[in-house]
């Protein structure tokens, strides 16, 4: 026996003794602070629940709360509309006065005008469109090639973004 | 056992690291994640405050009070609950009022709320389509009809040719419960 531990490298093997036992009480350690924290946790998720049952019984009944959720959606309503009648006559004043618009589409989610429109010869057509790649307010998204028509017209169109210097 | 004294070393690094990997390192990863947790709920906890302040505080202002008062206003622009016979009864007025027939429409009630503000209740969606020929005339009168209507009604596409056959569609709102 005395041979045994005689036999043993103690300097050696001491350290590596230590940091297992520092491994083992650190693990002991969080082991014991995951227990509180998970105890914890379901005191909380019980205390959250029995407030949410209470508030969401309370937000519904309130008037107060009711009320001023009506006052608060009808401004941010008012704030996200475009008007159409402002979009439509902005538009007409933009655009020349030899273009003939055959179908307008406003799209408010996409900000964005889709026209079909006519123009008598091809100057107009480059002038047009000179003329609308040069606005500020206006940005050409796509375009379909200009056909000449069996009525002489040149038949196009394109679809614009609303930028927002166009509600100025 | 010579053996075995000379392997000792070896067998307790496999040990440290044994245990580092397979005990010490998911319990540090649990800890973390219950950690996180534990914020999580904490700040849910304190939003849940606030938003019992809130109602407090709401209870308690003269300006809501008043607003509750004259509730009735405040039901014409964004009511309660859909009252589709009165959002139907605008567009009778608004067709009269520019010479139009109007033809009926389906009102669509979206179940997905639409939040505007994430602190107050949302609001819900009627869309419907509206059919009218229009001309250079009764265009803007018709679409500013819509757009200054008392019951709040948003026009989110528009078709207008130039034969004057117009196709709007619209979206009215009312205060959601939840």
Known sequence: ???????????????????????????????????????????????????????????????????????????????????????????????????????????????????????????????????????????????????????????????????????Q | MNIIIKLLPIILIIVIFYLLIYNLYPQY??????????????????????LEKLIQSLSQNPNIQQLITNKETLNLWLPQKPEIEVLLAYLVGIYQINNLTFKGTDFKLIEEPKIYNSTVLPVKIISYNLEAKLNNTNLISFIEALEKNTRLMVIKKADIDSKGEARFEVESYYLSEK
């Open chain 1, 1 to 167: 026996m005395e041979n045994w531990r005689n036999l043993i490298p103690w300097g050696l093997v001491a350290p590596f003794l230590i940091i297992i036992l520092i491994e083992y009480g650190l693990s002991f350690g969080i082991n014991f602070y995951n227990q509180r924290l998970n105890q914890q946790i379901s005191e909380l998720e019980a205390k959250i629940k029995q407030k949410e049952e209470t508030t969401k019984g309370g937000l519904e009944t309130n008037e107060a709360f009711k009320v001023f959720s009506q006052v608060v959606n009808i401004v941010e309503i008012l704030k996200n509309r475009k008007s159409l009648s402002f979009i439509i006559n902005k538009f007409n004043q933009l655009m020349p006065k030899f273009l003939m618009i055959k179908e307008f589409h406003y799209d408010a989610d996409r900000q964005e005008i889709k026209i079909t429109a006519m123009v008598s010869n091809w100057q107009d057509y480059l002038r047009f469109h000179k003329y609308v790649s040069s606005l500020q307010v206006l940005e050409i998204k796509e375009m379909t090639s200009p056909k000449l028509e069996e009525n002489n017209l040149i038949n196009f169109s394109m679809v614009f973004l609303l930028k927002p210097g166009f509600y």
């Open chain 2, 29 to 50: 990863k649990e800890l973390i994640n219950l950690t996180k947790k534990l914020n999580e709920l904490q700040n849910k906890e304190k939003e849940i405050n606030a």
